[in-house]
Each structure stands twice: as structure tokens, then as C-alpha cells.
């Protein structure tokens, strides 16, 4: 072979090789970019019977889901308002927050920064196949026995304590519901403490150890070390972990669907039974017979996707401010 | 003048002070007699390997003394054991004595969280903690103990900052967080941070290893200057830095078992130019290492 004969260097055939996978891997992204846009689309479209009887603003704002009444004359008119679901989502998501934030923390601090490193390993197992569990079978085990649990202890004190102050936070001590929205929070805590662990723990984990030395070394114990170096550094990604785990509890369906009730409007107590965006659609779908009713659940569907969306640009935001600040470090 | 409390009565632990037996800011001139180091038969260990073999030294009190040698003989390792460091490693463990001024260290009535507040530390990557203002970092040992006095706080920061030669380039920025800083003025704040809480002693370990030379030489005048005041212990890769900066030098290698040892110490001129064994002989010339 010649050296002025390009294929010495065997340009050519890798340059091909090149343009073949950048194809592959390209379209790749282009089906996942496709589908996204096929579920927004098809969403909207099946929710467009709806706006024929109403406003996407009526539908936001309106506090009943009154159903529809077919007319004689074969119009359709009725109203479907989406406040007492948004305020279930929002009400059990927070419960579930304010519960797993701080318990999926402190594991997370106990497991970096004190567990023995043989302990560490086996915890951290546990800890992810508790995350591994369908939530199918947490909500198994939640609607019988743990419902019922925490009805007759959690619930039953905070309702003879603070209940008596807070009418929201009171129940019938004759007939307590079987279902209730502050259950439903407590089983979406129980779901997402696993996540927030997980994540907090790797969040904690890239601290520098430079850190924790530099303030040992000036005569820190250390619970100082992780209060006033730790922690505040890992602050916007310990943020992240748990915006994170908000979006996970906002969307979880199933479990919620069999604990929380679905009881139509908002409950005047945490301790009877409600309704979220999520398990009002699985709930109602199956008996959605006219493209009104299906369009309703679709314009519920499109607001639960809005809100995760909004909360995934949040941690983005979140995640790109922690990067940054990480950058100036050393 | 009073022994530093580190010794707690009893072995209870006692309220938090500042090291006591240190001149206070305003009282300069008085030339300390504490700050002597004595190592005695130290060995340290990481599990059942012995990272640090049998070494004796006395570090003499307001100098400076270089610890060096070839990569991996110990000499991080045995300057993490003087203040206790090395027990932040789980299973690090350690045989033999460390006293400053006649107090063991390891004795079993010591916190090891006090001994780090006499014995400051300085660590190769500069390391300002970087949620803290450059205040802030100089100020956190002193909250650290117990210090809440703002006016107090602001004239410790203040002399610390111009005893770390810092004081000129930050005083206008204050509150700019300590990692806005260049590398070599995170390391004199760093240095500024370690002697805000008036120790005794400060170990230095390659404290010029991740800067440029002009910050290094900054650093270098710095060491020769903070000598007065303090008992400084430098680890340093860097031959022309230790005869540069030391008063006393140890040189140390690593033995057939993979444990570093002690080969020799003295002046450092001795060190350098009249050594009593090959292998310094050889490790000074740069034969090795």
C-alpha cells in the first residue's frame, strides 16, 4: 500500500463507523423526545370534550366536581372543579415531606458520618429495598392493618390533643373514618423516606473531607463538624433530595388510591377521607363513560404533569446552584 | 504563665475556654517558654500495619522543624498523631507518648477535641469552609469556643488576619465567602483560621503542595515570621522549603516492613550539609526519593 493512498490510515471506515452510531444514539433521543410530545398532544386532545362545557380557569378554580347532566335536548352541561384534588395532592404531599425530610436526613447523617462501616453496608441494603417495594404492596398492607393502627394511636391522640383547638385536626371519637387524608400522608412518608435517605446520603457523602478535618482540627467535636460545616454545604443538594422526593409522593397513585378514601370535596379534617389528582384519575376512569367525563380526568392529568414538570425545572435550578458553588470550592 | 487546660479534672469534661495559657492580643512581646513537644518511642498504627515505626524527637518550642522524606514514610501520618488527628481514621491507633510541656496527650484524662485547639493544624489543599465568610472562617474557632463578645471576635479576626499577612487584601471584603479568595490567600486564611484561636503549636502538612511559587515564597515568609509565636511542625516534599524555612530537621524513610522510621535529626544545616547517615546523605543530594 502507498502512502498517498488514503486508507494507509484507514480514514474511510471509521469516519463511517462514526456516522452510524451518531445515527443510532441519535435517534434514540429522538423517540424519547417524540413520545414526551405524543403524551402532551394526546393528553390535550382528549381533553378538549371538557372545555366544550367549560373554561380551563373554571376548571382550576372550581371547588366542586359537580359531574354532568345530559340534557333533553342531548347537550351536556355540568362542571368539573379541580381545588379539592389539587388541595389532596398538596395537603398529603406536605404530610409525607414534613415526616420523611427529617427522619430520611438524620438516617442519612447516621449513615455517613457515625455507622460503623460494617453496619453502613448492610443499613444502606435495607434502606434500598425498602425502596424497591411495588407500592402496590405498601398500599396492600397500609388500607388493612396500619390503616387501622394508626387510626386508634397517631391519629386518635393528635385528634384528643390538638383536635380540640383545630376543628381540621379533630375526628368523631364514636366513628372515626376507616379512610383519611393524613393517612395517606403517612403511607406516601412511608414510600419516600428511602429516596430522600438514598440521596441525602450521597449528597452527604461528597462533602469534602478536607471540611470536616480543617474544623476537627480547630477543636470541633464532631456533631459541631456536621452542624456548622456538613450540613450547610450539602444544604442546596440536601434541598434537591428532597424536592425530589415531593415529586414522587405528588404523583404516587396506587397506594394512595386504597388508603386516602376518595371522598369527593375537601374534607373538613385531615382525619377523614379525601381524594388527589392522581387517585381521583385512577379511581374514575374506569367508569368514565362520555368524552366529557374522560376529557375532565385528561385536564387533571395535564395538571398533575404541569406541576412535576415545574418541580423537576426546580431541582434543575436547585442542582445547577449547587454546582456552581461546588466549583468555587478549592 | 498558666499550663494550657487541656487535662480536664477527673476526666469529666470541663466547661470550654480559650486556651488560657497563651498572650492575649494586646500582650506582645512576652516570649512564651510552652510549646515543647516531646515524641517518645511514637508508633502509629492503620488496623495491623505499622504506618509509623518507633520514633523519638523533641520539637523544640517557637522554631521550626521540617519533617521530611520519600512518599510514604509516615510523615503525614506521624504529624495527624500529635494532635490526634489520625483517630478521625477508623482503626487508627497509637503506642508510645506525645507530651507538650509535660502533658501527655494520650493520657486517658485528655479530650482530643482540646489538644486540636493548642495544637492547630494546616493541611495540604487549602480548605476554607466554603459556606463561611472570610470572617467567618477566621471567627469559627472562636465561636467554636465559646467566644460570643463581637467586638472581641472582630479584634481576634482582625489581628489573626494581619498576622497571617491576609489583612491588607480581604479588609474591604469581609463577607465575600473564603472560597472567593486565590489559592494561595485560602492557605493564609486557612493559616489565619489556626492561629485565631491562639494554639501552641501548628502542624503544616505540604501546606505549599497545591500552590504556585510566588504563593509559596508568601507562605514561606509567613512560617519565619508566625516562629516567634509558635512551635511550627511542617511536612514538606520540598528540600529547598525545608532548609528554606526550618530550624531543625528530621528525615525520614520507609523501612523493609513498609513502616516509616526515623533515619536522623538535627540543625538543619547539619541536616543539609553534614549528615551522619548515607541515606540522608543521598536523599538531601537527591539521589532518591
Avoid at chain 2, 486540636?116 to 467567618?136: A, E, H, L, W, Y
Avoid at chain 2, 480581604?170 to 486565590?182: A, H
Wanted: aromatic share 6%.
Amino acid at each position: 500500500m502507498s502512502i498517498t493512498n488514503g486508507n494507509r490510515f484507514g480514514f474511510g471506515s471509521g469516519i463511517r463507523a462514526d456516522s452510524l452510531f451518531r445515527i443510532v444514539f441519535g435517534s434514540a433521543v429522538v423517540v424519547a423526545g417524540l413520545l414526551l410530545l405524543g403524551v402532551i398532544l394526546s393528553m390535550v386532545a382528549s381533553s378538549m370534550p371538557v372545555w366544550s362545557i367549560q373554561t380551563p380557569l373554571s376548571f382550576v378554580f372550581g371547588d366542586r366536581w359537580a359531574g354532568e347532566v345530559t340534557q333533553p335536548d342531548g347537550s351536556i352541561t355540568g362542571n368539573y372543579g379541580a381545588v379539592p384534588v389539587i388541595w389532596g395532592t398538596a395537603v398529603s404531599s406536605v404530610i409525607a415531606i414534613l415526616i420523611a425530610a427529617p427522619i430520611g436526613i438524620l438516617a442519612a447523617v447516621y449513615l455517613v458520618e457515625f455507622a460503623p462501616r460494617k453496619l453502613a453496608a448492610p443499613l444502606t441494603f435495607l434502606v434500598e429495598l425498602m425502596a424497591a417495594i411495588p407500592s402496590v404492596v405498601i398500599g396492600l398492607w397500609a388500607a388493612g392493618d396500619l390503616s387501622i393502627r394508626l387510626r386508634d394511636s397517631v391519629e386518635w391522640w393528635v385528634a384528643s390533643t390538638l383536635g380540640r383547638v383545630f376543628p381540621w385536626l379533630s375526628e368523631d371519637p364514636n366513628a372515626p373514618a376507616s379512610q383519611s387524608v393524613f393517612r395517606a400522608g403517612m403511607v406516601l412518608a412511608i414510600m419516600i423516606i428511602p429516596m430522600v435517605v438514598a440521596v441525602s446520603r450521597e449528597v452527604i457523602r461528597s462533602v469534602p473531607q478536607s471540611l470536616r478535618e480543617g474544623f476537627i482540627g480547630m477543636g470541633a467535636t464532631r456533631w459541631e463538624t456536621i452542624r456548622h460545616v456538613v450540613l450547610p454545604a450539602a444544604r442546596v443538594g440536601l434541598t434537591g433530595a428532597v424536592l425530589l422526593a415531593l415529586g414522587r409522593a405528588i404523583g404516587e397513585t396506587i397506594a394512595v388510591t386504597m388508603v386516602i378514601g376518595n371522598a369527593e370535596g375537601i374534607p373538613s379534617s385531615l382525619f377523614l377521607p379525601g381524594q388527589t389528582i392522581a387517585s381521583k384519575i385512577a379511581s374514575n376512569y374506569g367508569e368514565a363513560g362520555s368524552p366529557t367525563q374522560v376529557g375532565a380526568l385528561a385536564a387533571l392529568g395535564i395538571c398533575l404533569f404541569a406541576v412535576t414538570f415545574l418541580l423537576s425545572l426546580a431541582i434543575r435550578l436547585v442542582v445547577r446552584r449547587s454546582m456552581r458553588q461546588g466549583g468555587r470550592v478549592g | 504563665m498558666q499550663q494550657p487546660e487541656i487535662e480536664s479534672k477527673n476526666g469529666a469534661t470541663t466547661p470550654r475556654v480559650v486556651p488560657t495559657g497563651v498572650p492575649a492580643i494586646a500582650d506582645t512581646g512576652a516570649v512564651s517558654t510552652t510549646g515543647n513537644l516531646v515524641l517518645q518511642n511514637l508508633e502509629v498504627f492503620y488496623g495491623g500495619f505499622r504506618a509509623v515505626n518507633n520514633v523519638s524527637l523533641q520539637i523544640e518550642s517557637k522554631s521550626v522543624t521540617a519533617l521530611i522524606g520519600p512518599s510514604g514514610c509516615g510523615k503525614s501520618t506521624l504529624l495527624r498523631s500529635i494532635n490526634r488527628m489520625h483517630e478521625t481514621i477508623p482503626n487508627a491507633t497509637v503506642r508510645g507518648t506525645v507530651t507538650l510541656d509535660g502533658v501527655d496527650l494520650y493520657g486517658s484524662h485528655v479530650d482530643p477535641v482540646r489538644v486540636r485547639r493548642v495544637i492547630g493544624m494546616v493541611f495540604q489543599k487549602p480548605n476554607p469552609f466554603p459556606t463561611m465568610s472570610i470572617f467567618g472562617n477566621v471567627a469559627s474557632g472562636l465561636r467554636l469556643a465559646g467566644i460570643s463578645n463581637k467586638g472581641e471576635i472582630s479584634a481576634i479576626v482582625e489581628d489573626s488576619l494581619k498576622k497571617a499577612a491576609l489583612w491588607n487584601e480581604v479588609k474591604d471584603k469581609l463577607d465575600e465567602p473564603g472560597t472567593s479568595l486565590s489559592g494561595g490567600q485560602q492557605q493564609r486564611l486557612c493559616i489565619a483560621r489556626a492561629i485565631a484561636v491562639r494554639p501552641e503549636v501548628i502542624l503544616m502538612d505540604e501546606p505549599c503542595s497545591a500552590l504556585d511559587p510566588i504563593a509559596t515564597l508568601k507562605i514561606e515568609e509567613l512560617i519565619r515570621e508566625l516562629r516567634a509565636e509558635y512551635t511550627i511542625v511542617i511536612v514538606t516534599h520540598n528540600m529547598q522549603q525545608a532548609s528554606r524555612v526550618s530550624d531543625s530537621t528530621a528525615f525520614f524513610s520507609m523501612g523493609e516492613d513498609r513502616g516509616g522510621y526515623l533515619v536522623e535529626s538535627g540543625r538543619t544545616p547539619q541536616i543539609f550539609t553534614a549528615p551522619t547517615q548515607q541515606l540522608t546523605e543521598d536523599y538531601v543530594a537527591g539521589r532518591f526519593g
